[in-house]
């Protein structure tokens, strides 16, 4: 494998907003989370749900993207503008297909919102997208935390949320979906130390680079089976173990700050 030690010129790349603007979408998250804490039994009552959508799976989908459209505050190119109707997978950015045990059941197993600069926040509802498996919400202005509720995403593979305003610590909530191997929080401002349990996790791709991270390089970093991890410009520090040479038939690419390091 290739290991490539860099300095990274590439800065933030978010669109203005200002200070208050992202205090007053963190306080509505937060006070989202705070009235309805994790998924609720009766949380589709909170939707006017529409009588032409009789797939239960839709349904659910239906709660989840009319709350989410709730929760955007700007979307300067209407790319929603057609989150309206029963006709999910219709939507811009949403992509269904045929559940495996009924060709007949449509389900949504991807939406992409790539490159929109939609301003707002992530919903708790997001925690009902029960047949997801690709959620790519990569360079817009979404604020505050990934909220925990995502736990629930049991098929999610890929998580791309690069180029965002995402803050807190290490989102732990990323290590408890069952099925993710891709995992990007690239040009965030979250914070604090790296946890273990994201090296023990069968990840194939970790992106983390261009954060706010500050923390002693873990001594378990090579029982990950990941084929590219990036972490550069954050505060990783110590040395690098030889734990590494595990990584030999796996790991292709390796970026991370040179003078931060020692090797071991």
Not at 14 to 27: G, R, Y
Not at 32 to 41: F, I, R, V
Not at 58 to 81: E, P, Q, V
Not at 97 to 113: F, H
């Amino acid at each position: 494998f290739a290991i490539l030690l860099c300095f990274s010129s590439l800065s933030h790349l978010f669109l203005t907003l200002s200070n208050a603007e992202t205090a007053s979408i963190v306080h509505h998250q937060l006070l989202a989370l705070s009235e309805k804490g994790d998924l609720l039994d009766d949380l589709e009552f909170d939707v006017e749900i529409d009588a032409a959508i009789a797939n239960p799976c839709l349904r659910c989908t239906y709660i989840a993207l009319k709350a989410w459209k709730k929760a955007m505050y700007s979307d300067t190119h209407n790319f929603t503008g057609n989150w309206v109707s029963p006709d999910l997978c219709s939507y811009h950015g949403v992509f269904c297909t045929a559940t495996p045990d009924d060709p007949s059941v449509n389900v949504v197993a991807n939406i992409d919102i790539n490159d929109i600069d939609i301003v707002g926040y992530l919903p708790v509802e997001l925690g009902i997208l029960a047949d997801i498996a690709l959620l790519h919400i990569k360079s817009n202005r979404l604020c505050s935390i990934i909220p925990q509720n995502i736990s629930h995403l049991k098929l999610l593979h890929e998580l791309d949320a690069c180029n965002n305003r995402f803050v807190g610590l290490f989102p732990d909530v990323a290590l408890r979906l069952l099925s993710l191997k891709h995992l990007d929080l690239r040009f965030n401002d979250f914070e604090g130390a790296l946890l273990s349990a994201l090296f023990d996790k069968e990840l194939d791709a970790i992106f983390l680079n261009d954060n706010r991270f500050s923390s002693q390089m873990l001594d378990n970093f090579g029982n990950s089976k990941a084929s590219v991890v990036v972490i550069d410009n954050n505060k990783i520090y110590g040395c690098l173990s030889n734990s590494i040479g595990k990584m030999t038939t796996t790991l292709n690419e390796f970026v991370l700050i040179k003078k931060l390091f020692s090797f071991r």
